[in-house]
C-alpha cells in the first residue's frame, strides 16, 4: 500500500503513534532502569550497608574486648578484673546481636562460611580467653600465656572477621558498581533512545509533510494557474487521500471551467446577435403598446358609457320589478275577494234550491188539498142538503188550494228562473274565479321575470363595473407594460454591452485545441 493511499489523518495517527510508541518504550525502559537502580541503591542504603557495619561493629567490639582482656591480665589490680569482665560481657552482648543480625541477612554461601569460621575461631578463642582471667583473679600472672597463647588466637579470630569484613566491602563496592554501571546503562539507553526517536520523528516528519505539502503545492499551483486564466495545464493526482481528492476535484473544477468558458465564449456572440434583435423588437413592441393603450383608452371610455346606460336600466327593472310585485299583491287581494264571491254565489245557489223544494212541498200540499176539497164536496153532495155548507167550505178551500197552487207555481216558475240565473252566475263567478287565479299566477310570473331581469340587470351593472375596472387596469398595465418595454429596450442595449464584455473577459482564458 502507498502512502498517498492512506488518509492524512491515518498518516498523522501512525507517524504520531510511532513516536508514542517509541517514547512510551524508552519511558518504560528508562523506568525499568530507574527502578533497577533504585532498588540497588535500596539494598546498599539498607541490606548491604547494614551488613557491612555489622561486620565492622563485630570487629571493632571484638577488637575492643580483646584490649579489655589484655587489660584485665596486665592490671596490677586484681579488684577491677571483675569491672573489666562486666564491660566484656556488655560488650560480647552487642557482638552477639550483630552475628544474629548477620546470620539473619547474609544469604551468600561465601558469607554463611565466613560467618562460621569467625564461629570456630571465636569458640577458639573464648575458652583460652576465660581460663586466663580465672588465673589473673586469683593472683597468677599470666601475662607471658596472654601474649604466647591467647594473642594468635585473638588475631585468628580478628582475623577472620576481618575477611568477612572485606567479603562485605566487596559486595558493596560490586553492588555499588553495578548501581554506576546500571545508571550508565540507562543513561546511553535514554540517550540512544532519544537519538533513535528523535531520528525516527525526524525521518517520520519529513515524509509525512512531503507526503501532504507536494501534492498541496501542486494543488495550489494548480489553483493559481485556473486564477490567472491558464487552462491548458494538466492536474495529475495519485493516491486516495485527501491531497489527492482536492487535486482531482481541481481537476474536475478545471474541466468543467474549460467547457463553461467554451460554452460562453461560443455563446457570447449570440447572446450580443439575440440582444440586438431583442432591442428592435422591444421598440416595435413599444410602438404596439403605445397603440394598444390609446385603443384601451377609447375602450374604457365606451364601457363608462355602456356602464352608466346598465345602472340606468337596473334602476328600471327594479322600479318594473316593484311595481309587479304590488300588481301581483293586488291581484290577489282580487282573487280573494272573487274567491269570496263564488262561496256567496254557492250559498244564494243553494238557498234557491231549498226555496225551490219547499215551493214543491207547497204546490204537493196544494194539489193533496185541492183533492182533498173535491172529496169533501162529492161527499157533501151526497148529504145533500145536510152537506151544503160542507160544500160551501170546501169549494172555498178549493179555490184557496187552487190560488195556492197558482201562487206556488208562479213562485216556483221565478224561483226556478232565480235558480237558473244564480247558477248562471255561479259558472260565471267560477270562472272569474279562475281567470283571477290564472291572472295572479300569471302576474307572479311575470313579477318573477321581472325580478329575475331586475337581478341581472344588477348583475350585468356589476359585470359592467367590473369590466370598466378591468379595462382601467389594462390600460394602466399596458401604459406600464410600455415604460417596461421602453426599460427592456434599454437592458438589452445594455445586455449587449454587457455580451461584447464578457466576451473580451472570457478571451483571458486559454483553452486546450479542440
Do not use: C
Not at 211 to 232: C, F, K, M, N, W
Not at 359 to 366: F, L, P, R, T, Y
Not at 417 to 441: I, K
Amino acid at each position: 500500500m502507498k502512502l498517498n493511499d492512506l488518509k492524512v489523518g491515518s498518516r498523522l495517527a501512525f507517524a504520531f503513534g510511532l513516536v508514542l510508541l517509541i517514547t512510551a518504550l524508552m519511558s518504560g525502559i528508562g523506568v525499568w532502569r530507574l527502578q533497577e537502580l533504585a532498588d540497588t541503591t535500596q539494598r546498599l542504603a539498607t541490606t548491604d550497608n547494614e551488613k557491612l557495619q555489622l561486620a565492622v561493629r563485630w570487629r571493632q567490639t571484638i577488637d575492643l574486648n580483646w584490649v579489655r582482656t589484655r587489660a584485665a591480665v596486665l592490671d596490677s589490680d586484681t579488684s577491677r578484673i571483675s569491672d573489666w569482665q562486666a564491660r566484656m560481657d556488655k560488650t560480647s552482648e552487642i557482638t552477639l546481636a550483630s552475628r544474629k543480625r548477620l546470620v539473619e541477612l547474609v544469604q551468600e554461601d561465601e558469607g554463611k562460611r565466613l560467618i562460621a569460621a569467625i564461629d570456630a575461631a571465636r569458640e577458639a578463642y573464648r575458652t583460652p580467653r576465660a581460663n586466663l582471667l580465672k588465673q589473673r583473679l586469683i593472683g597468677e600472672d599470666v601475662s607471658a600465656a596472654l601474649e604466647r597463647d591467647l594473642r594468635p588466637l585473638a588475631e585468628a579470630y580478628l582475623g577472620s572477621i576481618a575477611k568477612l569484613e572485606e567479603y562485605q566491602q566487596s559486595l558493596y563496592d560490586q553492588a555499588l558498581a553495578q548501581a554506576h554501571a546500571n545508571a550508565a546503562q540507562g543513561r546511553w539507553i535514554l540517550i540512544v533512545g532519544g537519538v533513535f526517536a528523535v531520528l525516527l520523528g525526524a525521518a517520520a516528519a519529513f515524509v509525512l509533510s512531503r507526503s501532504i505539502t507536494v501534492p498541496l503545492r501542486q494543488a495550489a499551483d494548480g489553483a493559481r494557474r485556473i486564477a490567472e486564466g491558464d487552462l491548458t495545464s494538466r492536474i495529475h493526482s495519485e493516491g486516495r487521500d485527501e491531497a489527492a481528492q482536492l487535486l482531482q476535484a481541481l481537476k474536475g473544477m478545471q474541466d468543467n471551467l474549460s467547457r463553461v468558458v467554451a460554452n460562453v465564449r461560443g455563446n457570447a456572440e449570440g447572446v450580443a446577435s439575440a440582444s440586438t434583435q431583442i432591442a428592435q423588437g422591444n421598440s416595435d413592441l413599444s410602438a404596439r403598446t403605445e397603440q394598444q393603450a390609446s385603443a384601451l383608452e377609447e375602450t374604457a371610455a365606451s364601457m363608462e358609457q355602456l356602464s352608466s346606460t346598465v345602472r340606468l336600466n337596473a334602476d328600471n327593472a327594479q322600479q318594473a320589478n316593484q311595481l309587479a310585485r304590488s300588481a301581483s299583491t293586488v291581484a290577489e287581494q282580487g282573487g280573494e275577494v272573487v274567491a269570496q264571491v263564488v262561496d256567496t254565489m254557492k250559498g244564494i245557489n243553494d238557498s234557491s234550491r231549498r226555496i225551490a223544494d219547499i215551493i214543491s212541498v207547497i204546490d204537493g200540499i196544494a194539489f193533496q188539498t185541492n183533492i182533498l176539497a173535491l172529496n169533501a164536496a162529492v161527499e157533501a153532495a151526497r148529504a145533500g142538503e145536510q152537506g151544503r155548507g160542507f160544500a160551501v167550505v170546501a169549494g172555498e178551500v178549493r179555490n184557496l188550494a187552487q190560488r195556492s197552487a197558482e201562487a206556488a207555481k208562479e213562485i216556483k216558475g221565478l224561483i226556478t228562473a232565480s235558480v237558473e240565473r244564480v247558477e248562471q252566475g255561479s259558472a260565471l263567478v267560477d270562472r272569474a274565479g279562475a281567470t283571477m287565479t290564472e291572472v295572479v299566477a300569471s302576474i307572479r310570473r311575470v313579477t318573477d321575470i321581472v325580478g329575475e331581469i331586475s337581478a341581472a340587470s344588477s348583475e350585468q351593472s356589476s359585470g359592467v363595473a367590473q369590466v370598466g375596472e378591468a379595462v382601467t387596469q389594462m390600460d394602466q398595465a399596458t401604459q406600464q407594460n410600455a415604460a417596461l418595454v421602453e426599460e427592456s429596450a434599454a437592458a438589452a442595449a445594455s445586455l449587449k454591452t454587457q455580451a461584447a464584455q464578457m466576451v473580451e473577459s472570457v478571451a483571458v482564458f486559454r483553452l486546450n485545441p479542440g
